[in-house]
């Protein structure tokens, strides 16, 4: 073959050559064949049926955070990737610029569009902690504003990173790689379903365990596992209970007894004190009759004082059993939150009241008792006098009688009514000096 002939076959390769190879525009998807790794730790490629080569970037290469490009890539490899930009041709390792995790990418905003419209959630893990939410990674960068992390303000979010969360997507935006995700949502979800279960198994006059979630100033809110319910301030225990917040915490593992559940309104009513001893259990052993006990004034009313003596037990001291002197209210001498020692007149556990006295472990003022020796020997001459003398004294016998119970207090106040405390004292008065 002369060295004409062959100058033109060589012409010709050469012509087929350029006629075969596909032009390269910016957003193409093209295989590239990894020639080379160069000292920064970029992948030269050959650009597969174009004749041209390309670069990709170690963070171009994966989704995933990578540490060694050996990992990823190795020479002879065949990478799916799309081309980013065109690189000057005046550059090294080649024209254009490539990236394998944008495409990587496009298929995961293609993934999570389906999802997104089949009403699906989606499972990711916390990356980062940010102001204003949290940051993802669901193959692409997602974001959960703070609002949407929980059902309830959450004050440290870093306590989320690491975490992996189910996610339900808001809203998505791949053009401009906008992926806005709720945790809230979820938790939402499932909290409805829990609330519908718990509705159906609770039954009142059971005993469960919660969760104090919340505190007001009317009661204690109680997660029973999937609905709260309430515990009044009156139910939270047997003494008198200002506000809850001085007996319970947020957090507090508690034992609560079901009183009601309305399933159509989703309320579920709760008592702690019903799971708590009946204070009024053996009354009769702790505060017998006659006994000395230490209280604590806890309301004064124009009647008398009501004095607590064992938790959730009061009893009445009546305003005539309060001081052997004559005083016009219990607030003259006494004081809310008091401590005083109190002297067990009457005892009736079946109406959980007790009577009480201040004056009979104080001593009579001499005065008083010089008067009634004197009376007595005044009348001793006359035999009439002496019949009028024995009904007086029996009559004072009975007053001071009812002066030792609480006769004189109101009867819808104390429960004693005036038969009760005075006994048959006045009845038998009245029936001797009808005989008389």
């Not at 004095?307 to 002197?325: D, K």
């Amino acid at each position: 073959m002369s060295e004409n002939e062959n100058s033109q076959n060589e012409k010709k390769e050469l012509l087929d050559a350029l006629n075969s190879v596909s032009e390269v525009n910016v957003g193409d998807v093209v295989k590239g064949e990894v020639l080379a790794i160069d000292d920064d730790k970029q992948v030269i490629v050959g650009i597969q049926g174009t004749g041209v080569e390309g670069v990709v970037p170690l963070k171009e290469l994966s989704t995933q955070r990578v540490e060694d490009v050996n990992e990823v890539a190795k020479v002879g490899d065949v990478l799916d990737l799309v081309v980013i930009s065109r690189i000057g041709t005046d550059k090294e390792n080649g024209s254009y610029l490539l990236s394998h995790r944008r495409l990587e990418a496009r298929k995961v905003w293609d993934d999570v569009e389906k999802e997104y419209e089949a009403g699906h959630t989606i499972k990711a893990p916390v990356t980062q902690v940010v102001k204003g939410g949290l940051v993802v990674d669901a193959g692409v960068r997602g974001f959960i504003p703070a609002s949407m992390i929980d059902d309830h303000y959450v004050e440290d979010l870093s306590a989320y990173k690491g975490q992996e969360l189910e996610l339900k997507i808001i809203e998505i935006e791949p053009s401009e790689n906008r992926l806005i995700l709720s945790h809230r949502a979820v938790v939402e979800k499932a909290r409805e379903a829990q609330r519908a279960e718990a509705l159906q198994t609770l039954e009142a006059g059971s005993v469960v365990s919660g969760k104090v979630a919340r505190l007001t100033n009317f009661g204690a809110f109680v997660d029973l596992g999937g609905i709260d319910g309430l515990v009044h301030v009156s139910e939270i225990s047997y003494e008198r209970v200002e506000k809850p917040a001085d007996v319970l915490k947020v957090g507090q593992e508690v034992q609560v007894k079901i009183l009601s559940v309305d399933v159509d309104r989703e309320r579920v009513s709760l008592s702690i004190k019903a799971t708590l001893p009946e204070p009024w259990d053996g009354i009769e052993e702790k505060a017998p009759q006659g006994a000395v006990l230490d209280g604590k004034v806890k309301r004064l009313t124009s009647f008398g004082a009501f004095v607590e003596v064992f938790p959730g037990v009061e009893g009445l001291v009546h305003i005539s059993q309060i001081s052997h002197q004559h005083i016009a209210t219990p607030n003259d001498v006494l004081k809310v939150g008091q401590e005083i020692k109190v002297k067990v007149l009457d005892v009736r556990p079946d109406e959980k009241r007790l009577a009480l006295s201040i004056k009979a472990l104080e001593e009579k003022p001499q005065a008083a008792e010089g008067e009634e020796e004197a009376q007595p020997q005044s009348h001793s001459n006359n035999n009439r006098g002496g019949n009028n003398n024995r009904r007086n004294n029996n009559r004072r016998d009975n007053r001071s009688a009812s002066e030792r119970s609480t006769a004189n207090a109101p009867e819808e106040s104390t429960g004693f009514s005036l038969g009760d405390l005075v006994g048959d004292a006045l009845k038998n008065a009245e029936h001797n000096d009808d005989e008389k």
